[in-house]
Structure formats: structure tokens, C-alpha cells
């Protein structure tokens, strides 16, 4: 019998994509942060907790930036999930055009390292994090993490890199 290429694979039981819009106000920061945890044991995803907790805590920073910084130009905010075999990538989006940028560390200030975090908590667990500008004049901020740690994969054979998330 004669092999004509490779069978594409299915996609795995807790891969998809999920969006969900919320007002932009200080109750749909926490109700954000659940609406994902949820979603994660509903579909089953195989992450470890400290991943769970990076996820939900820029989930948070995302959305609060939202509620703080683009109310007046955008009442909605969107939050997107997406799942793949390796990586869970969040994004919020928002009708606001100013693109933020991760301040330094500033211990006097009471506020205003939420991007901050994120790119470290990004860092921390080797994915990626960025700010799109949306064909609306909006903008899309989001973060990829691997669902699991660098520190538990075997070794990469010399000249193999690590995958980058195809979200």
C-alpha cells in the first residue's frame, strides 16, 4: 500500500480560539480573570498552576489597562483565548489607538507596571508578548506563553530553536 503524504492531525480536545466582549468597567477585570480560569478546566488544558496564574494575573493587567486607559473611546473590550498543543495565547483588544509601553520600575509610584509585569511574567516562561494596531485604529495586546515550562522539554539538538506560537 502506498503512502501519499502525512494525515493531517487532529487538533487536540482543548484547542480553539474563544472571544468574549465585557464593558469596560472595574467589574469585568475579575469576571475576565474567572471567564478564563474557567475556560481552562472546561476544556481540560494540560498547564501547569504557575502557568494558570501568569495567564490569569495578564489577563487581569490586560483588562484593567483596558478599564483604566480606553473607556472613553471604547465601552467594549474584547478578550480572546487561544489554545494550541504547546502555547495559550491571550489577547485584549480595545478601539483606543495610544500603544502603551511596559514603564521602568518605579517603587514610587503607587501604579502603572502592569505592562511591566507581563513582559517579565512572559520572559519568565519564554513566550512572547506584543501590541498590534487593529484596521479599526484600535489595538491588540497580547501574550503567548508555552503551556509547558523550557525546563521541561529534553534538550534542543544543536541548530533547532524553539518554536515560536503560530497565533
Known amino acids: 500500500m502506498e503512502s501519499r503524504g502525512s494525515v493531517p492531525a487532529r487538533p487536540l480536545s482543548y484547542e480553539g480560539v474563544w472571544r468574549f466582549t465585557a464593558p469596560t468597567v472595574d467589574v469585568s477585570v475579575p469576571q475576565a480573570?474567572?471567564?478564563?480560569?474557567?475556560?481552562l478546566k472546561r476544556q481540560?488544558?494540560?498547564v501547569r498552576d504557575d502557568v494558570v496564574q501568569g495567564v490569569l494575573l495578564i489577563v487581569s493587567e490586560l483588562v484593567t489597562n483596558a478599564v483604566r486607559h480606553a473607556a472613553l473611546?471604547?465601552?467594549e473590550v474584547a478578550v480572546e483565548?487561544?489554545?494550541?498543543?504547546?502555547?495559550?495565547?491571550?489577547a485584549v483588544e480595545d478601539n483606543h489607538p495610544y500603544r502603551p509601553k511596559a514603564l521602568e520600575t518605579d517603587y514610587?509610584?503607587?501604579g502603572g507596571?502592569?505592562?511591566?509585569?507581563?513582559?517579565?511574567?512572559v520572559r519568565e516562561a519564554g513566550g512572547g508578548f506584543d501590541v498590534?494596531?487593529?484596521a479599526g485604529g484600535g489595538k491588540i495586546i497580547w501574550?503567548?506563553?508555552?503551556l509547558r515550562s523550557p525546563l521541561d522539554d529534553p534538550p534542543l539538538r544543536e541548530g533547532v530553536t524553539s518554536p515560536r506560537p503560530a497565533l
Open 81 to 90: 483565548v487561544a489554545i494550541e498543543a504547546e502555547w495559550i495565547r491571550v
Open 113 to 121: 507596571r502592569g505592562l511591566l509585569l507581563v513582559r517579565e511574567i
Open 132 to 134: 498590534e494596531q487593529t
Open 108 to 110: 514610587a509610584q503607587t
Open 44 to 46: 481540560g488544558v494540560p
Open 33 to 39: 480573570r474567572h471567564a478564563v480560569r474557567d475556560l
Open 73 to 75: 473611546l471604547s465601552p
Open 143 to 146: 501574550a503567548a506563553l508555552p
